[in-house]
């Protein structure tokens, strides 16, 4: 078990991971902790973009900062909790002026997708939560940093603060079984189309997945939402390429794989019809002209 302090830009962090037990075998338990650490983030210190394995929430403690992630970027202040799934690109950022600090803590395991899409789908802003006791979690988390064994035991110890943790979080967002139960698949399949649109996606799978004919779902989806599956996921992806487009240097090749398209032909063939253009022109008009990628 490896527990490290240090500084990074001179931002006090403290840091615990749990090495004694493999990915493997994590990703197999119900839930297991990866890792958990507290940072005072200097003005404007950044982290990502970046993927993970694991999925991830942090504790503002205070100040202020931004999370990007899914097109969508969330100003995140003293209580706000926000959470990062495994598999997604996140980018985040203390204010330049009142830079924030915060507690994190990283777990997986074969059920830690579903306790994350709990949480997430009891939040208007999906990936923040709003108004918590933010230092209740920080103790948690100190409790955790105190752990110096390289043993079976600790691991359990700081399992079970991570189990302390996740019952604080749904305690503190109401979180209701019976209610959960009954949002609308229109709305899962929605969810669930943000979670995974960068992933090569076949509607009749997704129809599979929530147990209904590929022509129901797309009824049910277009009468909630005015547009087909198909059409939202491609207008998913395609914004994510043009803010892509033009706020990174990645080859243009790199962002179509990164979308789950099958090839870059394809991709432009797809951006061009929408856009007019195609997507290196689009990233060189889109500097020229200083325009800002559709939200």
């Known amino acids: 078990m490896e527990k490290t302090n240090f500084f990074v830009y001179n931002n006090p962090m403290d840091e615990y991971k749990e090495t004694s037990h493999n990915l493997i075998y994590k990703s197999t338990s119900d839930l297991a902790i990866y890792s958990a650490g507290y940072e005072e983030c200097s003005p404007g210190y950044s982290y990502g973009p970046r993927i993970r394995s694991y999925h991830v929430i942090h504790f503002v403690l205070s100040g202020k900062g931004a999370l990007h992630i899914n097109q969508h970027v969330f100003q995140c202040q003293k209580g706000d909790v926000f959470i990062i799934p495994s598999g997604k690109v996140s980018f985040y950022q203390a204010s330049s002026t009142d830079p924030w600090s915060y507690a994190w803590i990283n777990f997986l395991g074969i059920n830690s997708e579903m306790y994350i899409y709990q949480l997430m789908t009891s939040s208007n802003d999906i990936y923040v939560l709003h108004g918590l006791d933010t230092e209740k979690y920080k103790k948690c988390i100190l409790e955790i ?39 609308s698949i229109a709305d899962e399949i929605k969810f669930y189309l943000d979670m995974k649109y ?68 394809a991709f432009s063939k797809t951006f061009r019809k929408e856009y007019g253009m195609s997507p290196s022109d689009y990233r060189r008009n889109s500097r020229l002209s200083n325009i800002k990628p559709p939200e």
């Not at 997704?206 to 599956?229: G, Q």
């Not at 198909?230 to 892509?244: D, F, Q, S, T, V």
Request: positive net charge; aromatic residues 14%; charged residues 25%.
């Open 198 to 265: 960068s992933e090569k996606i076949r509607l009749q799978d997704v129809a599979k997945k929530f147990n209904v004919h590929p022509n129901y779902m797309t009824r049910i989806f277009h009468e909630k939402f005015n547009v087909s599956p198909k059409e939202y996921l491609m207008n998913l992806k395609l914004k994510k390429a043009c803010r892509l487009l033009t706020t990174t240097e990645l080859p243009v090749s790199t962002i179509s794989s990164s979308l789950g398209f099958d090839d870059q032909m």
């Open 145 to 183: 940093l105190s752990i110096f064994k390289n043993s079976t035991s600790s691991y359990f110890y700081a399992n079970s603060i991570l189990l302390r943790i996740m019952s604080y979080l749904y305690e503190d967002i109401g979180f209701q079984e019976k209610s959960w139960g009954k949002i």
